[in-house]
């Protein structure tokens, strides 16, 4: 097992840069061209109107993505927490860590599964939460993610009982 920093953290998963630009890039690429389109060619009014919102939409979640990325993951004795505050799951309430290829996790990641449901949450391309299942991942590092999800294993099983 290893030993915590200063602060108290064991692991820490943090957004790829490259994947992050790229998720970001793409996002804000596809809100552009549902902006541009209808404007140069446009469409019957309704699809003027939808495909202008889908693109605003879309350049508010590549926003969204971009400030969630700016934050990490972190594994500490008694939570899994990101630096923005957001308490993910706390340690007793994990029942298994599912890293499995057929999983249901992010890209990169690994799923949580919790004793019990906790209220939705998410941060777009580093983690989210629905009902009993947080999942960890997208644009993240698969190494961090497979040290962290090893880390929380091992925590598991060394419980008692």
Known sequence: MFTADENGVYARVAASPGRRI???AILFGLGAILIYLPLVRPPALFWVVAMIGFGILSILMAERLRRA???EIELTETEIRDTNGHVLA????IQLVDRG???FK????????LNGGQPRAWA???WWRLGRRVGVGGVTSAGQAKFM???IAFRI????G
């Open 69 to 71: 990325t700016q934050h």
């Open 124 to 126: 777009p391309g580093l």
């Open 101 to 103: 290829a057929f999983a």
């Open 22 to 24: 790229f998720g970001y």
């Open 157 to 160: 099983n060394e419980r008692p």
């Open 149 to 151: 999800a090893e880390q």
């Open 90 to 93: 706390r340690m007793e309430d």
């Open 106 to 113: 992010p890209s990169n990641g690994f799923t949580l599964v």
